[in-house]
């Protein structure tokens, strides 16, 4: 059944194809505008989100400058996980990350923030490479941690670590 619905799938495109070549090149400049759309919106929404991000942490002590991110998992939402790209930055006072597609921001005070280490697996999510796995007290007052992955995994633990320990 799968098999004849699929070849009646495509002998119905490759008809409708022949149909309508000669309005194929309308097709193609559409579906390039639309890819030029696509990539312009993507560059101004993370250009939107890079801003507020910087603007959130304006006046600060900044000890981490605002970096772009992978996402890849946040601990308190189960093992169903939306990754993606965002923004984090480390000021003396908090830590703020932003999603750029999803609506997600997370704010920590540096005082709920418990530590840092790398995982290779977060709730379900393992990615090829290492990630950096920070944890901390969320907004309920329950343990919650998120695993992102940064240019400099090293100097970041070392960051987060140093905050940790001051009183």
Known sequence: MRITLALAINVLMLVLTFLFMS???IAILIAISLLVWFFYFLWRRQQLVQERVERK???QKVIMPTEHIMFRAIESSGYSQASGMGY???TEDLLYFELILLDLAITVPTARLQGVEFVRRLKGVSPVRKMLRI???NENGEDDSIAV?????EHWKNAISDICKKP
């Open 149 to 153: 992955n940064v240019k400099d995994m």
């Open 135 to 137: 944890m901390f007290i």
């Open 23 to 25: 309005y194929m090149y």
């Open 88 to 90: 984090i930055a480390l």
């Open 57 to 59: 942490i304006v006046g």
